[in-house]
């Protein structure tokens, strides 16, 4: 059996170690080296999966969850640990990652699996075209190959400096299959305030993103202000969530671990204590000094006002502001920013059990061009090894 695999990332170097256990197989990459995309995450880390129950994993995933069952469960995340020979460690929020803190020991060491193995890695060639007659022809800018089965792993959209240019979807659409439209994931949000570039650099902790639009979404976390809007862990989340609504409304809970009552009186308090200060001075107090003189404006108030000068109803609109801080929503970063594509091969047009396409069978796929994204946490790794598992067992039997 000769199996062709179009793509050199987790998703088809896993693949190909265990299709080429029964089958003769041979990977194609265009770049000059396997895991491009691989070798940039975690920061130069790589955390390669969680440790958290499997069973737990699909809260995590933000598309198309229940399609990876199967996947999950055949290859879980200590299957991942055990097949990968690196020692590994466990971080906060269960993160696994390599010990060395290295992401290039888990590209080596899979390489050496995949070759050791006696698979045929071709770098430095892009592939162009896929056809089928009886066999698969696989057209690359050097010469024609002939497969009996392919997988195509080429992944996402997303930092296309590392190879991941989209290429697998224009393969699987000209071979019958259904793309859903891509969108950024993990991505930073943008925001049309004019404020938000005075803000850039600014970290907010603990606090609440909140996103009113197609539901109502709530995220509890630290926020980060950039240039153009928010990024961080709490946008890049919130990001996954919204990134098909039509309308977003954002808003900051600045106090979430207080409710309307409490902050009230603790706000109270803060007044009683400072009758004769500055309103900023006060403010300073609850909140980063870099945002107080933006909210005050947001309120017309001035900071020099006296706080025994504060009315009920300023007051008033002092805690508002602090439980519910607007933004501007203008959109989401171009999806070329994305930590992962969300959107791609249309999931129910794939086997689950086999990642065999449905519509042409001997075609399977993997990995992040399928509309499949999780959040952060290596649950997208995880979902490129499991899908990768999948399909380079059956497309090998
Ligand atoms: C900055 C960043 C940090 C990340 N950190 C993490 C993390 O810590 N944990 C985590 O779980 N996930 C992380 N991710 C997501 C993770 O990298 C992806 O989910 C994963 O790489 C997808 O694997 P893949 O094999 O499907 O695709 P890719 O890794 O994108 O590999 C696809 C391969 O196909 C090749 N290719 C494409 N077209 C062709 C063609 N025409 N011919 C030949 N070859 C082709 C590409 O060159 C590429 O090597 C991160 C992503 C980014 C961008």
Partial sequence: MKIGIIGGGPAGVCAGIVASRQGEVTLIEKNEKIGKKL????KGRCNLTNNKDISEFFDYV????????????????QALQDFIPVPFKVERGDRVFPKSDKSSDIISALEKMYLDQGGKLIKNT??????QEEKFLVKTE???????????????????????????YTFAKALGHTIVPLKGALVPILCKDSFIK???GLTLKHVSLRALGGQKLDFFGDLLFTREGISGPLALTMSSYINRWNKVQLEIDLKPSLDEQTLDKALLRDFSQAQNKEIQTVLKGRLPH????????KLELSPHKKVNEIT????????QKMKHFPLSYQGLDKLERGIITSGGVDIHEIDPSTMESKIRPGLYFCGEMLDLDA??????????FSTGYLAGENASK
Avoid: C, H, M, W
Wanted: hydrophobic fraction near 35%; charge should be negative.
């Fill in 39 to 42: 070798y940039i995450t975690g």
């Fill in 62 to 77: 933000v598309r198309n969850p229940e399609f990876l069952y199967s996947a999950f469960y055949s290859f879980s995340n």
């Fill in 126 to 131: 892009k592939v162009l075209e896929i056809s």
């Fill in 142 to 168: 050097k010469e024609t190959y002939t497969f009996d089965r392919v997988i195509l792993a080429t992944g996402g959209k997303s930092y296309p400096t590392t190879g991941s240019t989209g290429d697998g």
């Fill in 198 to 200: 005075d803000l850039e």
């Fill in 290 to 297: 870099k945002l107080v003189d933006i909210f005050l404006d």
């Fill in 312 to 319: 009920k109803e300023e007051g008033r609109k002092i805690l």
């Fill in 375 to 384: 959040l952060t946490g290596g649950y997208n790794l995880q979902i490129a």
